[in-house]
């Protein structure tokens, strides 16, 4: 028997593609799900076109919220979904017809928590790119955290049974990162495979959250988000008696917080930069990054880094 499925989509000035993403949802095989869009407070056509869609379709319902951003808009979706597995799907972007078959076939065989799915990035003017990394199966927690593999918030199917026991959820107000704290948190707790297909087709829309001006108080979400997520797995691997992925861990927040801050050096954000370097909670997490597992590269960048001298950090920002 087909399990039923429901898909959350939240939605916020996405007009000129709500459609499309719909429809593609509409397209698929699998025929038991059901559409929940949480329409985020949008400004545009949005919830009008949404209602279209819906009036010849009982299984597409609309849901209206005030602006409160894409994590509580997924998490409106979570508390309103009827279905035995869960898939969320950006108003941007699309999934082959394909999509809800494969994964939910792949879920049944194999009897795990999670399946997930490659996917392709589609920018402007149609220049498409494919899935370059390896999909994991045995291990995919660690694939994740130390970024061999990429799991798409777009590209799962997971159980609503497994979200609910561990009371998983996205962040509300985070601004950057919110997907890759929830995916590591599921990685941490779910059995999971994958279908080495790439049955999503992920925009990259100018102006969106992650392509929008760089800003480090909107950008610093990231690290906090992959901090919550990493106390999270430990605690729930050291429940399991799991705990040889610490090292692991410490280094990928330390190398993520590194890149931040090399970032921020690029954009002129030297007087911040500075003041955060000198804050104990960043001298911790940034001890925890191993040099000999960083490219020369790397390590010359981490090393202005720590100069703290503002002069050589101007004449890095033109390095790049």
Known sequence: ????????????????????????????????????????????????????LSAGDARVRLINQVNRGVSTARNTGIKEARGDYIAFLDGDDLWDPRFLAELAAAKQ????????????RLYHKNVKLGYNY???????????????????????????????????????????????????KLAAVATARSVPKELLIYRKRAGSAIHSSWNWQKHIHALYGL????????????????????????????????????????HGYHDDALRLLTEEKWKTILSHLELNRLSISDRLKYSLLGSRNPWLWKLAAKIG
């Open 134 to 184: 390896a999909y994991a199966d045995n291990d995919v927690f660690l694939a994740a955290i130390t970024g061999k593999t990429q799991i798409h918030v777009g590209a799962i199917l997971v159980d609503k049974k497994l979200l609910t026991t561990f009371d998983l959820a996205f962040t509300d107000g985070c601004l950057v990162g919110q997907d890759q704290e929830f995916i590591i």
């Open 227 to 266: 901090q919550r997520a990493i106390v999270f797995a430990a605690a729930e691997l050291k429940k399991r008696q799991i705990e040889n992925y610490h090292q692991e861990m410490n280094f990928r927040l330390a190398y993520k917080s590194y890149k931040f801050f090399w970032r921020m050096i690029r």
């Open 109 to 120: 065989r194999y009897g795990v928590d999670l399946v997930y799915c490659g996917y392709s």
């Open 1 to 52: 028997m087909d399990h039923f499925v429901s898909i959350v989509v939240p939605a916020y000035n996405v007009a000129n593609e709500i459609e499309d993403c719909i429809q593609s949802v509409q397209a698929q095989t699998y025929p038991n799900w059901e559409l929940l869009v949480v329409n985020d407070g949008s400004t545009d056509d949005t919830a009008a076109k949404v209602e279209k």
